[in-house]
């Protein structure tokens, strides 16, 4: 950049390291002032005013402007005027972020995003650099300006766009952007180039010297400078280590430099022992050779061992034998067993024949004998009969007369009026205590009908207790699995059933339980789904049945025969089917198709097919149901409705369920539902309780009852024996009354009578005693046939038994030679099988002793004679290569050691001529060093120096008296001013000084490093807040002259204050904003 190259007090950039264009002269302390100046304003005219100064800036959405701008910026001086808020701060704020400048440097935020006005998505900048004169920035490519927009969004990113005149994008990225920014010398961080509120307030309430002395530094960009020449010291300590480090290096490479001479001048041949290795490779080739054929004449003479061996077929031959031996016999077996079962079959028959003809003749038998013991009974009675009519004749025919006789009938008179008294009596006390009885029978059959009644109650409830613990368990399980619902068995089921589909026993693999594989839109309608699915909850889908046999014996593992679930085989689709004809739709309620969730076709296609759930509503209330369902016009389709509370409604009844139904499947909260148990549970086993002690109560007075009824049972029974003791001692004295009334001539007669009677009672039993005897021969003789036919049944049984055990141990002996004979086929086969791979590999030698004889060929054309074996030669070839190696590792190979030492000595010669220009480099860097230090400090010293004589130029306008003591030792830098009039007096800190002296103060040390800066453009923001309009007039007059005397730089001053007392002038343009008010009024 040859625009940058003046005399000593020009900065070098901070993006640099300083330049050197030859020789700088550095002016003494001692410079006249009005040198200085000469000299400055000479160095202004000078350069170049029409490159990198600010054409106009435009800002949308920024801070909290909605719009700012256009501002058309003149050349030289430009005021930007009015009071707060109406976006002064704003413009200069978007002037270091619209140049790529950070957030923090503005001092108005930490972040970009801050800059959106609040509300908006992004905020736009747009910045015009002139881009004319004698050295401008790509010229060609540009045009007169430089058009850069940034766009920064409300997350904080921003974009740039670098345009030419003609508005066409040039570049998006920032480093064209800091090039643009070098070449026209602007820094936006400089607090010289543009000077904010928050860095003149930390300057003007700064109390430390130091920070004052960095703050010149900064200005002057003496401390870039600075860090530089630091970092270039630091450089070198390291490459001097580096140095250091190599040379060490060096005399390793020099080591080995030597070495590799001495070896490449000690180099001897190794020919012969090379040649002697060839040779032995010869030799090696044609003993491989050798061997190869050694081994096919090995193989064909086993080959011919083998065909030669007959031993399994003999062996095979003999077992065919044997088998065909059992098999004949185990057919004899069979054919006596066939005859066997034959004959077992028709003694079966016969023996059944005559165990129903020993049925009829037993019952004959039985018959005739109690016709016998009828005739024998009646006998008896007969011949008792006449016994006793023999003896009343006797006592009649030999009795003491009639004398007592009236006597006798008046007792007997007596004692039967007696007996009918007592008989009345006791007859009374029967009826009373029959009646007594039938009561206590009453009460006792109440009191046994509440005790069953109460007793079925108890078993109800317990088995209803029982049920909801293991429903309870169920519930349990079903915390940690779900499946366990359908059955405890229900996961190892599933986990048995993907094992076998894995196994690939399923041709498809079967999917259940239904009710685990479906779920509910709206679960308030579990119980009403629940009720129609109860008998598919725990049912099975098959593809064929080939998977249902299947199926059926993985249930057997887990579940008994009976209560195994149902399974259903149905050919399984990818589709649902389509029921949008002949399925019901109510506007109101939904079906039971419309209220499941599932993923599976396959389920949805069985509950249409099995169940029909497409025709069946779901209706909440009951009451509802059955006016829709059972009304004049029933809905289209339905076959049948559930409701919320399990009832099942058809058109033309309706069933309830008895007790409330509980979700036990399809619930989506187990844990609710196991709270729900809890309480039922502890309901039943308190209703158990009081049903067991009421129980106990009903036991105990059923067995008082019992007890009292046996006892008034046994009192009638007592009754009921003296009833009939008097009524037979009265029948008695009838007896005799009559028996004496009777006349001695009709007893003889019936007892003649009684005498016929009695002999044709004998021969009755005659005949009945001979045909009981006929009847128990024939059935003796039958039994004895029968017996005959069991015991030759049994015999037959026997036999075959024993043809069973033979059959047996003769299917044994077929199946063990089968399997001999398999094995003995298996080793034939084995056997050809090998003399096949044998020959097969007789093939492959031959063909690899061909090969190998071709190679050895190729090695040696003429056949070797070789004495020793492969392995020998081989060892000798491993010891000469060994050898060889060796000899080649401590001598080397001629080629390798040659190129060892070609790179040995290149890469010595490489690194001390590279340390020999690094040690040049490392002296004359010194030299520059020392050079430029001392032109540093002249800079240094000769900026400090002009700096304060432009501050004292500056203070004497206002009639003040000002210093400036730079310390470069200590870094520190000391202003003092004296007030107009106290030029005697010691105090000269400026914080005894007022806010307009202050701030005069600081425009005259702006001013200062104006003078002996260099920049396109100078922002200076409300420099003059804190001034009366005395110091402001001065201040004004002093920066319009110094922008007279730098015509060709740009100045930009922000300030609340009017600027009527300005001299009108072509080179001052001044910027009025309005206020935000004015704005929308006009608007």
Not at 16 to 43: C, I, M, N, Y
Not at 879 to 884: T, V
Request: proline content about 3%.
């Amino acid at each position: 950049m040859n625009k940058r190259k003046y005399c000593a007090h020009n900065v070098v950039k901070p993006s640099k390291t300083p330049r050197t264009d030859g020789k700088t002269h550095v002016q003494d302390e001692e410079v006249d002032e009005e040198d200085g100046l000469q000299q400055d304003h000479s160095l202004s005219s000078s350069s170049a005013g029409d490159i990198g100064v600010i054409e106009s800036i435009t800002l949308r959405n920024f801070m909290s402007h909605p719009s700012l701008g256009p501002f058309k910026f003149g050349p030289n001086v430009n005021f930007i005027v009015g009071n707060n808020g109406t976006g002064k701060s704003a413009i200069l704020t978007a002037l270091i972020v619209g140049l790529g400048g950070k957030a923090t440097t503005t001092n108005r935020g930490t972040s970009l995003k801050g800059f959106v006005k609040y509300g908006e998505s992004s905020a736009d900048i747009k910045v015009k650099l002139k881009n004319r004169g004698n050295d401008p920035y790509k010229g060609d490519i540009y045009g007169d300006s430089i058009c850069i927009e940034h766009r920064i969004s409300s997350d904080g990113c921003r974009t740039c766009k670098i345009k030419s005149k003609i508005g066409h994008v040039i570049s998006t990225k920032k480093e064209e952007l800091t090039a643009i920014l070098d070449h026209f010398g602007i820094q936006v961080d400089n607090p010289v180039s543009v000077l904010n509120q928050e860095m003149s307030k930390q300057f003007l309430h700064s109390k430390s010297e130091a920070d004052k002395y960095k703050f010149f530094m900064k200005a002057t960009l003496l401390e870039q400078m600075k860090r530089d020449y630091i970092h270039i010291k630091q450089t070198k300590a390291l490459t001097r280590d580096q140095v250091e480090r190599q040379e060490e290096c060096l005399k390793d490479l020099r080591q080995l430099f030597l070495q590799k001479k001495e070896r490449y001048e000690r180099l001897s041949s190794l020919d012969d022992m090379r040649q002697t290795l060839e040779e032995l490779k010869k030799k090696m080739a044609w003993c491989l050779v050798r061997e190869k054929e050694r081994q096919v004449e090995q193989l064909k003479e086993q080959i011919e061992k083998e065909e030669s061996d007959c031993k399994n077929e003999e062996k095979l031959q003999l077992c065919q034998n044997k088998v065909s031996t059992a098999e004949k016999r185990l057919q004899d077996i069979q054919m006596k067993l066939c005859t066997l079962r034959e004959e077992q079959e028709q003694l079966a028959e016969e023996s059944h024949k005559m165990k129903e003809e020993i049925k009829v003749k037993t019952k004959a038998q039985k018959n005739q004998e109690v016709v016998y013991f009828r005739a024998e009974n009646k006998l008896k009675q007969l011949e008792k009969e006449q016994c006793l009519l023999q003896e009343r004749i006797h006592k009649i025919s030999h009795g003491s007369g009639r004398r007592s006789h009236e006597t006798e009938h008046a007792q007997h008179l007596k004692k039967i009026s007696a007996f009918k008294k007592q008989l009345e009596k006791l007859e009374t006390e029967s009826s009373a205590l029959n009646q007594e009885i039938k009561d206590k029978q009453q009460a006792l059959f109440k009191g046994r009908e509440e005790y069953d009644k109460l007793s079925m109650e108890e078993k109800n409830i317990q088995v209803s207790l029982e049920f909801k613990l293991k429903r309870k368990k169920q519930l349990m399980a079903s915390r940690s699995n779900r499946l366990k619902r359908f059955g405890d068995h229900m996961p190892e089921l599933l986990e048995l059933i993907d094992k076998a589909f894995a196994q690939g026993r399923f041709i498809k693999k079967p999917v259940g339980p239904i009710g685990a594989c479906i779920s509910l839109k709206d679960p308030s309608l579990a119980v009403a789904v629940e009720s129609c699915l109860i008998g598919f909850i725990k049912t099975f889908c098959c593809d064929n049945y080939r998977d249902e046999k299947v199926l059926q014996g993985l249930m057997s593992t887990y579940f008994p025969k009976g209560s195994r679930p149902q399974i259903i085989v149905c050919p399984f689709t990818d589709r649902v089917y389509n029921v949008q004809g002949r399925g019901v739709h109510h506007p109101e309620f939904p079906s039971v198709l419309d209220c499941l969730n599932v993923e599976n076709p396959v389920i949805i296609n069985c509950l249409i097919d099995m169940r029909s759930i497409e025709c069946v509503l779901i209706i909440k209330d009951h009451a509802r149901a059955r006016k829709i369902m059972q009304g004049s016009t029933p809905p289209r389709n339905c076959r049948e409705a559930f409701t919320a509370g399990g009832d099942h409604v058809y058109y033309n009844r309706s069933y309830t369920p008895d007790k409330e139904v509980l979700v036990k499947y399809l619930g989506g909260d187990p844990e609710a539902e196991i709270r729900l148990v809890e309480s039922e549970l502890e309901n039943n086993q308190a209703q158990l309780l009081r049903f067991q002690l009421h129980l106990s109560s009903v036991k105990e007075d059923i067995q008082f009852m019992e007890e009292k009824l046996r006892s008034v049972i046994r009192a009638c029974k007592t009754n009921q024996q003296c009833i009939n003791e008097v009524k037979v001692s009265i029948t008695e004295l009838e007896n005799i009354e009559e028996a004496q009334a009777e006349d001695i001539s009709s007893l003889e007669e019936d007892a003649q009578e009684n005498e016929q009677k009695i002999e044709s009672e004998r021969k009755n039993v005659k005949e009945a005693r001979d045909e009981s005897k006929n009847h128990e021969k024939g059935l003796m003789n039958i039994n004895q046939k029968y017996k005959d036919v069991k015991n030759k049944m049994e015999q037959l049984s026997d036999e075959t038994e024993q043809l069973k055990e033979e059959q047996v141990k003769a299917e044994t002996v077929c199946s063990k030679l089968d399997q001999t004979m398999k094995v003995l086929e298996k080793k034939l086969e084995d056997h050809q099988a090998n003399i096949q791979a044998m020959r097969d590999e007789l093939s492959l030698r031959e063909e690899e002793t061909q090969d190998c004889e071709a190679k050895a060929k190729e090695i040696s054309p003429v056949r070797q004679q070789v004495d020793q074996s492969a392995r020998s030669i081989d060892v000798e070839i491993t010891r000469l290569r060994q050898k060889i190696t060796t000899q080649e590792s401590s001598h080397g190979d001629k080629e390798q050691v040659i190129r060892e030492y070609a790179e040995a000595h290149s890469n010595y010669k490489s690194k001390s001529s590279q340390l020999r220009d690094l040690r040049k480099f490392i002296d004359r860097l010194d030299n520059i060093m020392i050079d430029r230090q001392d032109r540093y400090k002249s800079l240094r010293r000769s900026l400090s120096v002009r700096c304060k004589l432009y501050f004292n130029n500056f203070m004497m306008q206002l009639h003040c008296c000002g210093s400036m003591i730079f310390d470069h030792v200590t870094e520190t830098l000391s202003i003092s001013v004296k007030p107009p009039g106290q030029e005697k007096n010691n105090v000269s800190d400026m914080r005894s000084l007022s806010g307009g002296e202050r701030s005069f103060s600081t425009v005259c040390f702006i001013l200062a490093l104006w003078e002996i800066t260099e920049s396109p453009f100078r922002c200076l923001d409300e420099f003059d807040v804190y001034m009366d309009m005395h110091n402001r007039s001065i201040s004004m007059n002093m920066l319009v002259a110094l922008s007279e005397r730098q015509h060709l730089r740009q100045f930009i001053f922000i300030t609340p204050q009017s600027t009527s007392h300005l001299p009108k002038s072509a080179n001052i343009t001044i910027h009025q904003l309005q206020d935000p008010e004015k704005v929308a009024e006009e608007e």
